[in-house]
């Protein structure tokens, strides 16, 4: 699965952020703990500073949308983050 979503993001899947793959991991965009599946649908690629920060410490949420752009929302949704294009196509 990381592999699948390695090429599928090629980098931090929050907004504005491009840090390889090597420097991130894979977060479930809804948690184990709720029932979050780990499928390929539900995991994100994400720097150590927007998992381990803006998300389990700031509250922040992130949506992955149908196009595979990914939306970031603050805690009290005054602030939403939007990546402007989808993901290039894997080679």
Do not use: Y
Not at 42 to 65: A, D, P, V, Y
């Amino acid at each position: 699965l990381r592999r699948a979503v390695t090429t599928r993001d090629r980098h931090c899947a929050a907004p504005g952020c491009d840090q390889p793959p090597a420097a991130c991991q894979v977060h479930h965009i809804t948690p184990r703990s709720q029932g979050g599946a780990t499928t390929l649908t539900n995991l994100l690629l994400l720097c150590s500073f927007h998992h381990l920060i803006l998300i389990h410490r700031w509250g922040w949420t992130i949506t992955l949308n149908p196009d595979g752009t990914t939306t970031a929302t603050s805690p009290d949704n005054h602030r939403t983050l939007h990546s402007h294009s989808p993901p290039a196509s894997a080679a």
